[in-house]
């Protein structure tokens, strides 16, 4: 593994974000989140916290449901099936290939996504983090993991490796799940402090066909006793650093494992427009400027008034 990078400098910056931030986490949290890579908020989000965003993921389901039934590859748009199952009894019995058609992750612009993003609660936990100058980078993913379905399982890699050029640091993402994740459908496995580590070599993960990156050959030398393996409950939060290595494994249950990742930075850093508009979260400088759903919606990165 490569060696660990200086980390005086991130630790001022750190301390510059935030002074004076009123974040909710404690001292020990932010601790834990500095020293391992990453943090569990256990139920963070309750039941009306997570409605619009299901209503979202339910929205989405109908459109890839009515285009199903429109190319004939189903007969029945299973709209009474629950929403942890009924994406997955769509595409039962059709191909991977069927599923990779809508990509292994989603970006819509649906309201529900930006009251998530929006959501107060994960806002304060980012603040504790970066200060108040929140911006929402516009690398957000909605993640479906169907059963038996090869986009499901995500090997080791670092976040960064996506945006190994943008001048964006520190990158905080934000791991959400809807339904319960667990050992069996594929919750998250993290490889604690590896965050200390610049972006490793990385290259195109080749046997499913879905173009996740993977690390490079010889990068990481995976010790199982330092793995931590991550079932949450729904509504559950993890953040990490985008350092830090992490993967997913496959969905062997009968249902979706829904969750969405956001990301977060400080306003002064590269928001990378050519990943797409991000936007104005919060802030104690400008609240003026913090967008609104109809900003995001239109991809405006602030409200102008």
């Given at each position: 593994?490569?060696?660990?990078?200086?980390?005086?400098?991130d630790?001022?910056?750190?301390?510059?974000m935030?002074?004076?931030?009123h974040?909710?986490?404690?001292?020990?949290?932010?601790?834990?989140?500095?020293?391992?890579?990453?943090?569990?908020?256990?139920?963070?989000?309750?039941?009306?916290d997570?409605?619009p965003?299901?209503?979202?993921l339910?929205?989405?389901?109908?459109?890839?449901?009515?285009?199903?039934?429109?190319?004939?590859?189903?007969?029945?748009p299973?709209?009474a099936?629950?929403?942890?199952?009924?994406?997955?009894?769509?595409?039962?019995g059709?191909t991977?290939d069927?599923?990779l058609?809508?990509?292994?992750?989603?970006?819509d612009?649906?309201?529900g996504?930006?009251?998530?993003?929006?959501?107060?609660?994960?806002?304060?936990a980012?603040?504790?983090?970066?200060?108040?100058?929140?911006?929402?980078?516009?690398?957000?993913?909605?993640?479906?993991k169907?059963?038996k379905?090869?986009?499901?399982?995500?090997?080791?890699?670092?976040?960064?490796?996506?945006?190994?050029?943008?001048?964006?640091n520190?990158?905080?993402?934000?791991?959400?799940?809807?339904?319960?994740?667990?050992?069996?459908?594929?919750?998250l496995?993290?490889y604690?402090?590896?965050?200390?580590?610049?972006?490793?070599?990385?290259?195109?993960?080749?046997?499913?066909?879905?173009?996740?990156?993977?690390?490079?050959a010889?990068?990481?030398?995976l010790?199982?006793?330092?793995?931590a393996?991550?079932?949450?409950?729904?509504?559950?939060?993890?953040?990490?650093?985008d350092?830090?290595?992490?993967?997913?494994?496959?969905?062997?249950?009968?249902?979706?494992?829904?969750?969405?990742?956001?990301?977060?930075?400080?306003?002064?850093?590269d928001?990378?427009?050519?990943?797409?508009?991000?936007f104005?979260?919060?802030?104690?400088?400008?609240?003026?400027?913090?967008?609104?759903?109809e900003?995001?919606?239109?991809?405006?990165?602030?409200?102008l008034?």
């Amino acid at each position: 593994m490569r060696a660990a990078i200086d980390r005086n400098d991130d630790q001022l910056g750190n301390a510059r974000m935030r002074a004076g931030n009123h974040g909710s986490l404690t001292e020990d949290q932010v601790l834990r989140y500095d020293t391992e890579g990453y943090l569990v908020l256990d139920g963070l989000l309750d039941d009306a916290d997570m409605a619009p965003v299901r209503a979202a993921l339910t929205e989405k389901v109908d459109r890839i449901a009515a285009d199903l039934l429109a190319a004939g590859k189903i007969d029945d748009p299973l709209t009474a099936v629950g929403f942890p199952y009924r994406l997955a009894r769509l595409f039962d019995g059709l191909t991977g290939d069927d599923f990779l058609e809508y990509g292994r992750s989603w970006r819509d612009r649906i309201a529900g996504y930006h009251t998530l993003m929006s959501n107060p609660k994960v806002l304060d936990a980012v603040e504790s983090l970066i200060g108040p100058e929140i911006f929402a980078n516009p690398v957000y993913n909605v993640r479906p993991k169907v059963p038996k379905i090869a986009a499901g399982a995500v090997p080791w890699h670092q976040d960064k490796s996506y945006w190994p050029d943008a001048n964006s640091n520190p990158v905080i993402t934000v791991w959400i799940s809807f339904v319960d994740a667990t050992l069996e459908n594929g919750c998250l496995h993290v490889y604690p402090r590896t965050q200390r580590h610049r972006v490793m070599t990385y290259q195109a993960e080749e046997q499913s066909g879905t173009g996740y990156l993977t690390l490079g050959a010889g990068e990481l030398d995976l010790e199982p006793s330092r793995v931590a393996a991550l079932p949450v409950r729904a509504g559950t939060a993890i953040l990490f650093n985008d350092r830090l290595v992490h993967s997913s494994t496959p969905n062997d249950s009968d249902h979706v494992r829904w969750s969405v990742d956001l990301r977060y930075q400080p306003t002064d850093q590269d928001p990378m427009p050519q990943h797409g508009a991000g936007f104005l979260a919060r802030s104690r400088r400008h609240p003026e400027r913090v967008a609104t759903r109809e900003d995001w919606l239109a991809e405006r990165p602030e409200h102008l008034g």
